[in-house]
């Protein structure tokens, strides 16, 4: 194998790595925010909320990322891709985020509240000071697995020309004539990223399970 | 106190509790026994309204709980409730539990609370588990703690909703005995339970409910030794035997 390329290349992967990163990052905030709101939503009295949140969840989880992202970038004129690539990715991640904080919710014993708002305690002080502390132990490990999926997800928009690693490994074959070498070196990068995430959630796992 | 004009409580189309009018005064203790699924348990939920009753009112110190404008959340601080799972707050500490409603409801001072959490806790002995989580408590000591959790608020009444069922029999005593140290001191309670020894010994009135009915009351040596109603013999007889 020769892995020579490296020297002259690297940038392109350190760079490629970067905007994969920062995208990610900004998936994981959006789709967390909008995540919490569809299952608010879903879990609210209100019919006309919960129909559109329904809705909305089923429609992102029953149809291709491929296809929600080339929705976004060729559906509004002028949209710059990267602008495009978050906004898809978000939107797609909301809907699976959105099921995880719900079944979180959901989990935490229905006594709790009852406990709780025997004390007096309003519902809003019930839910932060009972309920999400305990759902957010329930919702981390498959939040982390989803911020994971999300990472290794995103070499996707390298399709709409975002210069994330995927697209730079790609421009790296291309330059060097190199076919197979510049992928291990991806995936390994790739890699890199979501064990260390994997880790880190593991770790928090643990101290939050202090209580157990 | 408490007077509860009929009350009464539907699931569905199932009717649990069809009618029950009922005074309780201030300092009284009322057990409320009867079979499973005679509605005790849906009656002492309504009392704080965790269910929301389908007619008649309850008034509680002169205010209409059952009334929408009612701040209801007010209300429940006077009223201390123990329930059959526990509940208490897994991961929150013993003292954190306890002291939680005191700080957040009543804006209590962190020291002073944790001042009252302390006296709570060497009051029963359980000064040792002040920093521990609940699931390395048993379930008498975690009843205990319920308890505790319940009195912080200063409450004018306790609602025990068997409060010894879930335990383990070797357990069962000391959350009694709690409990009728609070009989003593003059605590208004109303307890559903299956502890027969406990009601004749601390009841000041017995009620027997059966399908959604008080059918018989009275005080415990007269409903024990001498019930008037059929249904009250039998069921007397099975839990006595």
Do not use: W
């Amino acid at each position: 194998m020769n892995f020579s390329f490296i020297e002259k290349y690297y940038k392109f992967f350190l760079n490629g790595t970067y905007t994969t990163l920062i995208l990610s990052l900004l998936t994981v905030v959006f789709g967390v925010l909008g995540g919490l709101l569809l299952s608010l939503m879903k879990t609210s009295g209100n019919k006309v909320l919960k129909g559109i949140a329904t809705a909305y969840i089923e429609f992102i989880r029953g149809t291709p990322l491929l296809i929600q992202l080339y929705i976004v970038y060729y559906g509004v004129q002028g949209i710059p891709m990267f602008t495009a690539g978050i906004i898809a990715m978000s939107i797609n991640s909301s809907a699976y985020i959105a099921e995880i904080i719900r079944a979180g919710i959901e989990a935490v014993d229905k006594g709790q509240m009852e406990a709780a708002r025997s004390l007096g305690m309003p519902i809003g002080l019930t839910y932060k000071e009972i309920i999400i502390p305990q759902a957010l132990k329930n919702i981390l490990p498959a939040l982390g697995n989803e911020f994971i999926v999300l990472i290794k997800e995103s070499a996707i928009v390298s399709v709409i020309g975002i210069h994330d690693l995927m697209y730079n490994t790609d421009t790296v074959r291309g330059i060097t004539f190199i076919a197979f070498e510049p992928l291990i070196v991806a995936a390994f990068i790739y890699f890199v990223l979501t064990f260390t995430l994997s880790k880190g959630m593991g770790s928090l796992e643990r101290r939050m399970k202090v209580s157990d | 106190m408490i007077k509860v004009n009929n009350l009464i409580k539907r699931f569905g189309k199932l009717e649990v509790l069809k009618g029950i009018s009922h005074e309780i005064k201030q300092g009284e203790v009322v057990v409320i026994i009867g079979p499973s699924g005679s509605g005790k348990s849906t009656f002492l939920r309504c009392l704080n309204m965790l269910e929301h009753p389908c007619g008649g009112d309850i008034n509680f110190e002169g205010v209409l709980l059952t009334s929408a404008k009612t701040k209801i959340d007010l209300h429940r601080q006077k009223i201390g409730m123990v329930f059959q799972q526990f509940n208490l707050f897994p991961h929150k500490t013993v003292l954190d539990n306890i002291i939680l409603g005191p700080i957040k409801l009543k804006n209590m001072p962190k020291d002073q609370a944790i001042a009252l959490g302390e006296k709570l806790l060497n009051r029963v002995g359980l000064m040792d588990k002040r920093d521990t989580y609940p699931n390395k408590l048993s379930g008498g000591q975690k009843q205990r703690i319920a308890i505790l959790r319940a009195l912080a608020m200063s409450p004018d009444v306790m609602l025990f909703d068997e409060p010894t069922s879930s335990l383990d029999p070797e357990m069962v005593g000391e959350v009694l005995e709690m409990m009728k140290d609070l009989a003593k001191e003059g605590m208004t309670m109303i307890v559903v339970t299956h502890e027969m020894g406990f009601a004749k010994e601390v009841a000041d009135r017995i009620l027997f409910m059966d399908e959604g009915k008080i059918v018989e009351m009275g005080e415990p040596e007269q409903l024990f030794s001498a019930p008037k109603e059929e249904r009250t013999k039998l069921f007397l007889s099975k839990v006595l035997a």
